[in-house]
């Protein structure tokens, strides 16, 4: 009798043991998965600030910081130091407008590329997360982040038109506005989505193509706001060098440096006019 029993009794604790065990084992799996899946959560809200913007407290920080140095260090009058820094203020807010524009549109670029690759795997049977994932690994930076986002959203379960809202928000573009919304209502109500995403990439590069030739018209423009810029500091800087006395003595009576400073204003106002006129929204 006992040759039996102690054979049972061992194996049923060693089994008691590998079942407590198991049971640990699938707690700390579970505690584990939780805790990374927290842990993506807390990480992809960081993300929902814009790809791209404008950055209109640095051109202001540059103008104050150019007009102080003018005052404190060379001695500058302050009229003319504050529309010294008037101009730098707003040929920075110039620089960084045309850097916005260059990176929306080359991130445009790749969405009528990304589309393309969405066309073609929807066409060949695959589900539209699964055309998304594969296009967020083929598309090159800086739209495979925003892909790759995306697809990681959907894989951890957020509903699929906040998605592509965050999406919108990131990247404020009429493009992505476009493939975003036309994205959720095919997700939501169904249809024909390849021949709706071959559309949308022809209309996305019908813009692009529009937009490049609203630049090219444009750049003369640009290009003479900066002309007339250089030529008048080109000229200044030549009557400075043949007779610095009569310069010094025209800058030092107030009304060569209100004149002075006029001329400074009314070319910060022709470069915010020239930055307005040239930039048409397509």
Known sequence: MNSIVWPMGLSAAVGLVAWH????????QVRQRLQTQSEAEET????????AGRHYIWPVVAGVLSSTALITGLSCPANIAVGIGLVVLLLLTQIDAWILEW????????????IDILVASVQAGASLQAALDSAANECSQPLKREFEE?????????????VFELLMKRVPAESFRLFCTTVTVNWEAGGALASTLAAIGETIRDRMQIARQVRTLSTQ??????????????????????????????LSTSVG??????ALVLQGVGIAMVSKISRPKV
């Open 21 to 28: 065990w198991r049971r640990a084992w699938l707690r700390d």
């Open 44 to 51: 992809l809200p960081r993300l929902e600030r814009p790809f």
């Open 103 to 114: 990176r929306l549109s080359r991130i445009e670029r790749q969405l009528a590329d990304c």
């Open 150 to 162: 995306m697809v990681a959203r959907l894989r951890l379960g957020d509903a699929p038109p906040d």
């Open 221 to 250: 423009g640009r290009i003479t706001t900066m002309s007339v810029l250089g030529v008048t500091y080109f000229l200044a800087a030549m009557m400075w060098q043949s007779d610095p006395l009569r310069m010094e003595g025209f």
């Open 257 to 262: 440096q209100w004149l002075t400073t006029a």
